[in-house]
């Protein structure tokens, strides 16, 4: 009786020593510690049920305790305390498939603006469903983009057509421009005034120095960007007439940071000469 009394004696001081005193974390060394020991199933579930510790196992560790012989339910009660993996956001599949390639675009270093560009050379409309928003939420699209895509919606107002071209605009002013000189000359404040398939400059400075140009006759309009973080800053659009003269028009508050005016340009053309040559920005 007494050597059976100490033999349990032992195995308990021998369990005792691998639980802790203390708040600990249950491992795969101390589970097959305490088995080796030979302490009983029981007092290895209790060890893994202490709420004072916490089981820092994984599920692929429990194959190495089954490997090792360790009681099934030792492993149930391991399994039972394992922390649940963190949940993994399901990739969303947008409704419009071409917005997969949007995001490739975007994800592959293209600047933003340049991105936004493309898609108003594209012409093609996109209506955004609920589910394509929060596809590009997902993907970390600027807004800028999105609210470019949104533009090209059937919802957007229509441009008039006629006989299967776009119609000439009755008049549309652009305000806060300044046309960008030779290294020579200065740079003169003005206005540039859509009217009908006409673009005319007017001076803010001298009358003398008004012109005007047919946008049927260009032969390509563009961009000159200038690269900031997060994204490109078109500043500048560009005219090039076939075979003639070349004209830039740059944001009169550049310097403030904005270039609405010169997008309103840009936008205006898009809308009323689709069928002209809208080149990539230059930098």
Same mark, same amino acid.
């Given at each position: 009786?007494?050597? #059976?009394?100490?033999?349990?004696? $032992?195995?308990?001081?021998?369990?005792?020593?691998?639980? @802790?005193?203390?708040?600990?974390?249950?491992?795969?060394?101390?589970?097959?510690?305490?088995?080796?020991?030979?302490?009983?199933?029981?007092?290895?579930?209790?060890?893994?049920?202490? @709420?004072?510790?916490?089981?820092?196992?994984?599920?692929?560790?429990?194959?190495?305790?089954?490997? $090792?012989?360790?009681?099934?339910?030792?492993?149930?009660?391991?399994?039972?305390?394992?922390?649940? @993996?963190?949940?993994?956001?399901?990739?969303?599949?947008?409704?419009?498939?071409?917005?997969?390639? =949007?995001?490739?675009?975007?994800?592959?270093?293209?600047? *933003?603006?340049?991105?936004?560009?493309?898609?108003?050379?594209?012409?093609? $409309?996109?209506?955004?469903?609920?589910?394509? =928003?929060?596809?590009?939420?997902?993907?970390?699209?600027?807004? #800028?983009?999105?609210?470019?895509?949104?533009?090209? #919606?059937?919802?957007?107002?229509?441009?008039?057509?006629?006989?299967?071209?776009?119609?000439?605009?009755?008049?549309?002013?652009?305000?806060? =421009?300044?046309?960008?000189?030779? +290294?020579?000359?200065?740079?003169?404040?003005?206005?540039?005034?859509?009217?009908?398939?006409?673009?005319?400059?007017?001076?803010?400075?001298?009358?003398?120095?008004?012109?005007?140009?047919?946008?049927?006759?260009?032969?390509?309009v563009w961009f000159t960007c200038q690269a900031r973080s997060p *994204?490109?800053?078109?500043?500048?659009?560009? +005219?090039?007439?076939?075979?003639?003269?070349?004209?830039? +028009?740059?944001?009169?508050?550049?310097?403030?940071?904005?270039?609405?005016?010169?997008?309103?340009?840009?936008?205006?053309?898009?809308?009323?000469?689709?069928?002209?040559?809208?080149?990539?920005?230059? #930098?």
């Amino acid at each position: 009786m007494r050597r #059976s009394l100490g033999s349990l004696l $032992a195995v308990s001081c021998l369990v005792l020593a691998t639980v @802790p005193a203390s708040a600990d974390v249950v491992t795969v060394d101390s589970i097959l510690t305490a088995q080796k020991a030979g302490a009983p199933v029981g007092g290895m579930i209790a060890l893994v049920n202490d @709420p004072a510790n916490t089981v820092g196992m994984s599920a692929g560790d429990l194959a190495t305790l089954r490997q $090792a012989g360790v009681s099934e339910k030792v492993i149930a009660a391991v399994w039972a305390r394992v922390p649940a @993996p963190a949940p993994t956001a399901v990739p969303l599949v947008p409704d419009d498939a071409r917005l997969v390639d =949007l995001v490739s675009l975007t994800k592959s270093g293209i600047a *933003e603006t340049i991105v936004v560009e493309q898609v108003r050379q594209d012409g093609r $409309a996109y209506n955004l469903s609920v589910n394509d =928003l929060l596809y590009l939420k997902q993907n970390n699209i600027a807004e #800028s983009t999105i609210v470019a895509l949104m533009a090209t #919606s059937a919802g957007a107002p229509a441009v008039p057509v006629v006989a299967g071209k776009t119609a000439a605009p009755a008049g549309i002013t652009f305000d806060d =421009l300044v046309m960008k000189n030779s +290294f020579m000359k200065k740079n003169r404040p003005g206005r540039l005034v859509m009217q009908g398939d006409t673009l005319a400059w007017t001076d803010g400075n001298d009358p003398k120095e008004n012109f005007e140009f047919k946008a049927t006759g260009l032969e390509k309009v563009w961009f000159t960007c200038q690269a900031r973080s997060p *994204e490109n800053f078109c500043y500048q659009i560009n +005219f090039q007439i076939v075979k003639g003269g070349h004209y830039r +028009f740059q944001d009169f508050n550049r310097e403030s940071g904005s270039n609405s005016a010169v997008l309103k340009v840009m936008d205006a053309m898009r809308a009323h000469f689709p069928q002209l040559t809208y080149a990539p920005p230059e #930098s």
